[in-house]
């Protein structure tokens, strides 16, 4: 067992990181860093070092992946501030670890294009690309030819294969067969700017001020937005799939007494959904798991969709690989999920209904919501709670469970919240009584 005392190190403490240098300033000990590339892959030892952690006495496993962001350094200091309050949190007799995952997002934000010097972090690969594609924005040409190019750089960005190439081929190159993207990467590039012009002037009256080429550009920023959080979506379900599923389970195998307890924020809250896909059917190490601002569908654990009901959510059923609740924490506060979210999942799947109301989409259109916006929807015996009354109550011990955090979370970054924290250690059952 840890000695008792020496259980959490103070603030300052070190702990190790996959590189081999130490984490400085971290708020809580024993922490291990799990990092995993966008394919999933990471260095070897990784769930050797997890399992090093249950034999020297830890019970529970807590582990936090991060959503938008686009630097380790920036991974860490979040781990570190959302971590902060938990020591405190926990009851007598909970020896707890702590690991957070380390993955190449990039920044999300309100601003209608992503920063060019986050869009070359997340994509080294595609640096030429994603200079070609500033330079037509801020060049705005009028000519259809700058346009058609436009649009054939923004499939070159997402990795679009318009071809039809072998699907061996594809996977080789990193890339997706054109039925499989969203529509607007593969409609006609100027339909596609006035389409996302238009949405932009019907979810912010005046945002879009310019005439002419001017507004279809303005539309053009938002779709080069739009196809980097399609990559950042698939990227997020791959690396929990493939990653971060497989590692647990290979943890499990190795160290079967260990409880995990999954915590994502934002695209990482998609991260640790997927990551119940990559585990066994077999293998249950997961205890809990909570999804905070999480930007994936609300319709993801549901068994039939209400407006489709030959469908099913893309995550059906993985709830139950969980042996404790699943918590989703939403707020209406959250601009990203109400109205950007929604945007990207509406283009996806119909480009040419952008030009109807928009608004917040969410709450108009229930098809493109987020789980984070309004919780979980359509899976029947589904819990809901204040975030005043899961605090002071606590949340059921299984099941889905959605909580009004809105209280507390009032934007979508807003995740370095002690109420947060209290909510994970609830669904953990690892918190005082």
């Not at 190190?9 to 990181?17: C, M, Q, W």
């Not at 496993?61 to 350094?73: E, M, Y």
């Not at 608004?359 to 493109?368: F, K, S, T, V, Y």
Request: proline letters at 7%.
């Amino acid at each position: 067992m840890l000695p008792r005392g020496a259980r959490h190190g103070p603030l300052g403490a070190s702990s190790t990181r996959r590189d081999g240098r130490a984490v400085t300033g971290m708020s809580v000990d024993p922490y291990r860093e799990i990092v995993l590339d966008k394919d999933g892959d990471g260095p070897a030892g990784q769930a050797a070092e997890l399992v090093a952690l249950a034999r020297r006495g830890v019970t529970d496993l807590v582990v936090f992946a991060h959503g938008w962001n686009n630097s380790p350094s920036g991974a860490t200091r979040l781990c570190s501030d959302f971590f902060a309050p938990f020591p405190e949190l926990l009851a007598p007799g909970v020896e707890a670890g702590y690991a957070g995952v380390v993955w190449p997002s990039m920044t999300f934000t309100d601003e209608p294009v992503p920063d060019f010097r986050a869009l070359v972090t997340t994509f080294p690969e595609r640096e030429r690309t994603i200079v070609r594609l500033t330079e037509l924005l801020a060049l705005a040409p009028p000519e259809e030819s700058a346009f058609t190019e436009f649009g054939a750089l923004l499939r070159e960005l997402a990795g679009v294969d318009t071809e039809g190439a072998a699907a061996a081929g594809a996977a080789a190159a990193g890339s997706v067969s054109a039925g499989s993207v969203p529509d607007f990467l593969v409609a006609d590039a100027v339909e596609t700017c006035a389409l996302f012009a238009g949405a932009l002037e019907e979810a912010a009256p005046g945002a879009v001020l310019d005439g002419g080429a001017g507004r279809l550009w303005k539309g053009g920023r938002e779709a080069l937005r739009q196809a980097a959080y399609y990559v950042m979506k698939r990227r997020a379900g791959q690396v929990g799939e493939r990653g971060l599923g497989p590692l647990l389970a290979e943890v499990a195998r190795a160290a079967p007494g260990l409880r995990v307890h999954l915590v994502g924020h934002s695209m990482g809250a998609r991260l640790v959904a997927y990551a119940l896909r990559g585990l066994p059917g077999a293998l249950r190490p997961v205890r809990s798991m909570t999804l905070l601002q999480g930007a994936f569908s609300h319709y993801a654990f549901a068994a039939r969709l209400p407006h489709d009901p030959g469908r099913s959510g893309a995550l059906r059923d993985m709830q139950l690989r969980v042996r404790g609740p699943v918590v989703a924490c939403h707020s209406e506060h959250d601009a990203a999920l109400g109205v950007l979210y929604p945007l990207a999942s509406r283009a996806a799947r119909d480009s040419a209904s952008l030009t109807g109301p928009l608004g917040r989409l969410a709450a108009r259109d229930p098809r493109w919501g987020a789980i984070g916006w309004d919780g979980v929807q359509g899976v029947p015996g589904s819990a809901r709670r204040t975030l005043a009354a899961a605090l002071r109550d606590g949340v059921p011990a299984s099941g889905c469970v959605s909580v009004d955090a809105a209280e507390a979370v009032r934007s979508h970054g807003d995740v370095r919240r002690p109420e947060l924290a209290r909510v994970v250690v609830s669904a953990a059952r690892i918190g005082r009584r």
